[in-house]
């Protein structure tokens, strides 16, 4: 058993999705590449892949991350 185990980052009252168990925990339980958060409430937490679906569909229909098409051109 190690003397020194390193905590994740994170204060209690502050929310995270586990992406690994597919839940909601409070203050990180689990590794920051396994996590969305921080959330100030469990219900934002609760609804963490339905945002990042959102917001991929909203990047992935901006015209800034398209601007090559937009000119008429690849850009190399």
Do not use: I
């Not at 058993?1 to 597919?22: I, N, S």
């Not at 945002?51 to 990047?59: D, I, K, M, P, S």
């Amino acid at each position: 058993m190690a003397l020194f185990k390193k905590r994740t980052v994170g204060k209690p009252g502050e929310w995270y999705y586990c992406l690994e168990h597919k839940k909601v925990e409070e203050g990180p339980d689990c590794p920051g590449k396994d996590r969305f958060g921080p959330y100030a409430t469990r219900a934002e937490a609760e609804h963490a892949m339905e945002t990042a679906r959102e917001r991929n569909l909203q990047w992935e229909s901006d015209p800034k991350w398209h601007d090559a098409v937009a000119r008429g051109g690849d850009e190399d």
